[in-house]
């Protein structure tokens, strides 16, 4: 089974400072990793995606993830936060191992961001 | 492009009132759809998906069944609401896959339901 662990709820970062919000994931294959941004009573933004190749992948709005398989981690980075990124950042995986139509992602509990001014 | 729609944005339902909230795509071709609910601003939890017309799968037994009459309309309904099935109901959508898909899922903008 797919699983995914975001150990923390809250975030708390000074706007220019840099934002690191934190994802572990277990698969049995190898995994398809994702980041998604929520705006109250909005839904879910896609940010962007590990699929394979370099562990470093760049989104949207400056944020990037960096992919570590050693330690099952898929953390999701901004170099310099703004007031206008507080929100709920979902992390979601699925694993690429399985086949199975539908294509399903278990999502984590989400952390939510301040950043203050 | 393809866009999401879903409506309407807020209900408010007495108990034991049935419910209908439709979700449509534009702009792509034998999507799968999915129905969440969010409680509480926190965790999804996946209701329903679906890989073709007619096709549903549910994830969890609840008081709630959702339909597909066409390619890219779900519907999410409910003959008797409960008091539990208060929450944000958020439909997505994924390209078409042969089952072993790395395409993320794109999100309407959901529909805040309260029972009063």
């Known amino acids: 089974a797919q699983s995914v662990a975001q150990p923390e709820d809250q975030v708390n970062v000074a706007e220019g400072n840099p934002l690191t919000v934190k994802c572990t994931y277990s698969v049995s294959g190898n995994p398809y990793l994702f980041w998604y941004v929520q705006y109250p009573n909005r839904g879910l933004q896609f940010l962007l995606k590990?699929?394979?190749?370099?562990?470093l992948v760049k989104g949207s709005y400056g944020f990037e993830a960096e992919f570590n398989k050693s330690q099952t981690s898929f953390h999701l980075k901004k170099p310099s936060a703004l007031v206008s990124d507080s929100a709920l950042y979902f992390c979601a995986v699925r694993d690429g191992g399985i086949k199975a139509a539908g294509n399903k992602l278990t999502f984590g509990g989400g952390t939510r961001v301040l950043v203050k001014p | 492009s393809q866009t999401i729609h879903q409506w309407p944005a807020t209900l408010v339902q007495p108990v034991g009132s049935p419910l209908s909230l439709e979700c449509t795509v534009e702009?792509?071709?034998?999507?799968?759809l999915y129905w969440y609910r969010q409680a509480a601003g926190r965790g999804l939890q996946l209701l329903f998906y679906?890989?073709?017309?007619?096709?549903i799968s549910s994830e969890v037994p609840q008081n709630l069944s959702a339909s597909r009459p066409q390619d890219r309309q779900f519907i999410l309904s409910s003959k008797k609401l409960l008091l539990s099935d208060s929450g944000f109901y958020l439909c997505a959508w994924s390209g078409y896959d042969t089952g072993n898909s790395n395409q993320p899922q794109h999100f309407g903008d959901g529909t805040r339901l309260s029972i009063l």
């Open positions: 590990y699929i394979t190749g370099d562990n």
């Open positions: 702009g792509t071709s034998n999507p799968n």
């Open positions: 679906s890989v073709g017309i007619g096709q």
